[in-house]
């Protein structure tokens, strides 16, 4: 009698999938393509994209300082990204703040850079208008790798004061060392910059984000799509459950049944999504999306993962209704909370150490090195 | 007449104190009754008087509080319910392979052949039962329930919903079958159903009374329209 309702659930369920599949596939493949080739019309044009505003207050007097500031401006990080406008005090800057003519604003104290040379640790104050976009995220970077630059330049120059005492040099030689070794710095090691790899930021940790952002939609699809199933599981007569009682059928062989017609189908979903976005890998050349055997192995245990979530779901006695937004609200917080949405370094702290624990987490990176190739 | 039902031997399935409730309502309040072979026993009741409860108590689908259901040897009852345990998106001959072992064609034996033909079911065997009448869908149920061969038929409200003419045939196919030896446990507010019956009970606050015994005439007495109100006051 088992098999025989496994038989009849793979013959029912087909009633549920074979629609949505085929329009899991069309649209993938078609509108993904079109997506894909008009969004270059659609969000960037061929001029540079917009730079952000940052004030700068400093003294005017103070030549070190706007030496500092020329060679920092003048770095392909800064420039590539910032705007730099000169304000003349702190209260200004926070009233352009206020007002969103800055995006923020850096205090340059007057000594900096004596303050650098004799080992006085003053701190660059800077302050946001905005402190939770991408863009707050990649100047923190920027202003704490410049920090450490100036912390390096500190130590470097430090060492040289310290050889010029240990070799119990003249004062007026010691000084003329120092400030030689300072505007070699601001001259040649600061400007050298480029020299160097530029890593990109990567907030996902992923190899790429594109490709992190692929597999984790691939995971979405598939749990959303299940909430079809859920009427599948529901929508039973009761004297059909009671008959099925009376033959010794009961819940968990229901649950096993249903869960291997559910798994059957999403795996076939899997396979058509993982088809379609190779398509457009081909067509248009904007994912790296490849087939290969353990991307199709992978997808087993993807699939397991999100048959299982939706048949134990389903069985709750909350109606459809109730099963299908439990469901999906369940699964977008579990996705929120796997870095699906948010780029995982964005995430609350506590949230952080949820996501690198994550087994979704997991599942999207693991799907990510399997089919994702360049 | 073709033979519906294999006869096979029992003397008589006794119905001995049954009790049941739901938390503190007593729905069954000591049930006790006889079915003979080739017998047709109705269970008159308004709705909420307990009917469903009994049959599937007598089917094994519900234990009861206390008393006991038996013969003196093993018979197998099988019970058609209000609702038609169909699976929409399936088709009619999908739904009896279900239920019944075997292949398509080991299902069209002659028997089984014998009885969708005279419920009307051959005709519509491929089709999905989601595109069937309401009519249509009580006639395969039946037809599923009757392929088990049972000793004894319980039928919650079988002619609900339909037609004359369905219910006509019904009642036409449930006469051969009782001629036939089979026993039939019919309950049912309907008058038409209680036409076929040799006893009425009436279920009324969970307690059973005889309302009608025409065991031991041959032909059953047509209960009128006043007959059959007052049975129910």
């Keep these: ?374 | 007449m073709n033979e519906v039902h294999t006869q096979k031997r029992f003397d008589r399935f006794s119905v001995d104190s049954i009790y049941k409730s739901y938390g503190r309502h007593q729905v069954l309040t000591d049930i006790s009754f006889d079915v003979s072979p080739g017998q047709c026993v109705a269970l008159l009741g308004i709705n909420g008087s307990g009917k469903s409860t009994l049959l599937n108590i007598l089917s094994g689908n519900l234990k009861q509080d206390s008393g006991s259901y038996g013969s003196d040897v093993p018979v197998t009852t099988a019970l058609l319910p209000q609702d038609n345990p169909l699976l929409p998106e399936l088709t009619a001959m999908d739904n009896i392979m279900l239920w019944h072992p075997g292949s398509r064609k080991k299902i069209m034996n002659k028997h089984n052949a014998e009885i969708f033909s005279q419920l009307g079911v051959d005709s519509f065997l491929d089709k999905k039962v989601s595109k069937l009448s309401g009519g249509m869908k009580k006639r395969l149920s039946l037809a599923i329930t009757m392929l088990s061969d049972p000793d004894i038929l319980l039928l919650d409200e079988p002619l609900a919903s339909l037609d004359l003419l369905c219910k006509k045939g019904i009642l036409a196919y449930l006469q051969k079958y009782a001629v036939s030896g089979g026993s039939i446990i019919i309950a049912t507010h309907e008058a038409s159903a209680l036409d076929i019956c040799q006893k009425i009970y009436t279920l009324r606050q969970g307690h059973l009374d005889i309302a009608v015994d025409n065991s031991s005439q041959e032909t059953t007495h047509k209960l009128s329209s006043d007959e059959y109100a007052s049975l129910l006051i």
């Design chain 1, 1 to 374: 009698m088992f098999l025989r309702l496994v038989r009849t659930d793979l013959k029912r369920i087909k009633y549920y999938s074979l629609y949505m599949i085929l329009s899991a596939f069309l649209l993938l493949t078609i509108c993904l393509c079109l997506v894909i080739k008009v969004s270059d019309h659609l969000y960037s044009t061929n001029d540079r994209t917009t730079t952000l505003s940052i004030g700068i207050v400093m003294s005017a007097d103070s030549n070190l300082s706007q030496m500092a500031y020329a060679a920092i401006a003048d770095m392909n990080s800064y420039r590539s990204s910032c705007d730099f406008v000169e304000v003349d005090s702190v209260q200004t800057a926070m009233s352009m703040l206020d007002e969103g003519t800055l995006f923020a604003a850096i205090y340059v104290p007057d000594n900096i850079i004596n303050d650098i040379m004799d080992g006085t640790n003053t701190p660059v104050e800077v302050y946001y208008s905005d402190t939770g976009s991408i863009n707050t995220f990649i100047l923190n970077d920027l202003f704490r790798s410049t920090s450490s630059m100036l912390g390096i330049s500190q130590a470097a120059i430090y060492s040289v004061q310290s050889i010029g005492r240990s070799m119990n040099l003249p004062q007026n030689i010691q000084n003329a060392l120092s400030n030689d070794i300072n505007s070699m710095f601001l001259k040649c090691v600061l400007d050298r910059t480029d020299n160097f790899v530029i890593q990109q930021i990567n907030a996902t940790r992923a190899a790429n984000t594109t490709d992190f952002y692929t597999c984790a939609a691939i995971v979405l699809l598939m749990t959303m799509c299940g909430t079809v199933y859920i009427s599948f599981v529901q929508n039973v007569p009761k004297s059909y459950v009671d008959r099925l009682h009376s033959v010794h059928i009961r819940l968990p062989h229901r649950m096993i049944s249903s869960f291997i017609s559910i798994f059957v189908w999403e795996y076939i979903l899997y396979v058509v999504i993982y088809l379609a976005l190779a398509c457009v890998t081909v067509f248009t050349g904007s994912l790296h999306v490849h087939l290969n055997s353990c991307g199709f192995l992978f997808g087993l245990a993807i699939t397991g993962l999100v048959s299982l979530t939706v048949t134990l779901i389903s069985f709750i006695p909350a109606g459809v209704h109730g099963c299908s937004l439990l469901l999906i609200t369940g699964f977008i917080v579990a996705a929120y909370l796997s870095g699906f949405f948010v780029p995982e370094t964005m995430l609350p702290n506590f949230a952080k150490s949820i996501c690198r624990s994550s087994l979704l987490n997991h599942m999207a990176h693991t799907l990510c090195k399997l089919i994702c190739i360049h």
